[in-house]
């Protein structure tokens, strides 16, 4: 099958089994590959274009989604940029950069440090768990990356390492309309968040 057909989905599916077979699509594009620029490339864009092509969701403009991606922790890039952080090397290798995604360019890092940190992904990435924001504009410390993002959904990316829990990063998608995403997509993006992580050498 030529790559670019993973994103085709099949009609008539609901929102469970659209995630499942997303899942399933993503597994098998990942096979091989453990490199997570890579797989998170593919990842942003089977993701971004099978919810496009899911008319029943958001296959219309009004309810499209308008951004997927990933911010990963810079501890895991080559050369945090200190200058970046004031000077503070701790708070430079915490920050989010931006990472793989389809949409419009967005904000290129996201401070995590305790007192400095806001905004939905570092809320998401700092508490280790999913953020749906309804309506953006009522979030407090949301960062407008897109004026005509409506709402938000933001799934952490963690990794079990020596009983704890580590969070590499997140998974941030936006939707042109308020309540974009339901307790279906948050169940459907932990289990991708999952297998990305699986999937990929940190
Ligand atoms: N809205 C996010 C920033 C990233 S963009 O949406 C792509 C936030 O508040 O953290």
Redesign the pocket.
């Known amino acids: 099958m030529p790559h670019a057909d993973s994103a085709l989905v099949p009609q008539g599916l609901d929102k469970a089994a659209f995630w499942d077979h997303i899942h399933d699509q993503l597994a098998a594009l990942l096979e091989g590959q453990r490199n997570w620029v890579t797989n998170l490339a593919n990842a942003s864009s089977l993701i971004y274009n099978s919810l496009l092509a899911f008319e029943p969701y958001f296959g219309d403009k009004e309810r499209a989604v308008n ?1 997927c ?1 990933f ?1 990963i922790v810079s501890s895991l890039f080559p050369s945090p940029r200190i200058s970046q952080a004031d000077g503070n090397e701790a708070e430079a290798r915490s920050q989010l950069l931006l990472g793989p ?1 389809c ?1 419009k360019p ?2 290129q890092f ?1 401070n995590t440090t305790p007192g400095k940190a ?5 809320d998401a990435f700092l508490g280790r768990r999913v953020i749906r924001v309804h309506n ?1 504009n009522e ?1 407090p ?6 004026g005509e ?1 409506k709402s ?1 959904i ?1 799934c952490p990316l963690t990794l079990g390492a020596n009983g704890e829990e580590i969070a590499v990063g997140v998974l ?1 998608l ?1 939707c042109l309309a308020f309540g974009g995403f339901t307790e279906d997509d948050e169940r459907g993006l932990e289990k991708i968040a999952d297998l990305v992580v699986a999937a990929c050498d940190w």
């Open positions: 951004w991606g911010y995604f949409g967005a904000c996201i806001r905004g939905v992904c570092a953006v979030y410390g949301h960062i407008a990356c897109d993002t938000e933001v941030d936006d």
